[in-house]
Nanobody
Framework: QVQLVESGGGLVQAGGSLRLSCAASGRTFSSYAMGWFRQAPGKEREFVARIRWSGVGTNYADPVKGRFTISRDNAKNTVYLQMNSLKPEDTAVYYC???????????WGQGTQVTVSS
């Protein structure tokens, strides 16, 4: 089972950027497609982006297309989410997880809070 630790969140003004990291433990990390999800207050957790195990092939939710970029470094067991042109509606706790398509697998990490001020 893969264990996950998200980091890199913070408070940023609208239009700013943040880079999230997700460090995974377990030798099978490189076998999984990985995804980022987010949960805003009072809302359900939603899919944000995913990347195939090879690092080639990505998918994004419509609200983040053109602004967010997912990447991974299998040698470091880490997946990243570069977030540019942030909007207040991007405010949420962000989580990573192994995925099957856009369906998360396994348990969640503690997440990292992203707050975008207007």
């Amino acid at each position: 089972q893969v264990q996950l630790v998200e980091s890199g969140g913070g408070l940023v003004q609208a239009g700013g950027s943040l880079r999230l990291s997700c460090a995974a433990s377990g030798r099978t990390f490189s076998s999984y497609a990985m995804g980022w999800f987010r949960q805003a207050p009072g809302k359900e957790r939603e899919f944000v982006a995913r990347i195939r195990w090879s690092g080639v092939g990505t998918n994004y939710a419509d609200p983040v297309k053109g602004r967010f970029t997912i990447s991974r470094d299998n040698a470091k067991n880490t997946v990243y989410l570069q977030m540019n042109s942030l909007k207040p509606e991007d405010t949420a706790v962000y989580y990573c997880a192994p995925v099957d398509g856009t369906r998360p697998l396994g348990s969640w990490g503690q997440g990292t809070q992203v707050t975008v001020s207007s």
